[in-house]
């Protein structure tokens, strides 16, 4: 069975930083590209930030220079590492991969920064 799990974020000020961790079950990880998108209350869930199976990784305009991602393939992980936070980057924030044409979701991790 295929289990995404996020951890990771949390409340923060604007201007700090937060790491989420996104720990995948039942998928050849190393053989998997993996995403993370976000939701914010009232706004579609959009893209953040994704990273391929080589390590090429691509970001949302509004993250670049800000938030890195990376992946352990040892660990069966994917992280995203987030500095110089803003409270428009409060929103859910979700892992996401496809695995034989089926796409699957984490939980959710809910990250809000203050003002």
């Known amino acids: 069975q295929v289990q995404l799990v996020e951890s990771g974020g949390g409340l923060v000020q604007a201007g700090g930083s937060l790491r989420l961790s996104c720990a995948a079950f039942?998928?050849?990880?190393?053989?998997?590209?993996m995403g993370w998108y976000r939701q914010a209350p009232g706004k579609q869930r959009d893209m953040v930030a994704r990273i391929t199976t080589g390590g090429d990784t691509y970001y949302a305009d509004s993250v670049k220079g800000r938030f890195t991602i990376s992946r352990d393939n040892a660990k069966n992980t994917v992280y995203l590492q987030m500095n110089s936070l803003k409270p428009e980057d409060t929103a859910v924030y979700y892992c996401?991969?496809?695995?034989?044409?089926?796409?699957?979701w984490g939980q959710g991790t809910q990250v809000t920064v203050s003002s």
């Open positions: 996401h991969t496809i695995s034989e044409a089926r796409v699957y």
């Open positions: 039942g998928v050849p990880f190393s053989l998997i590209r």
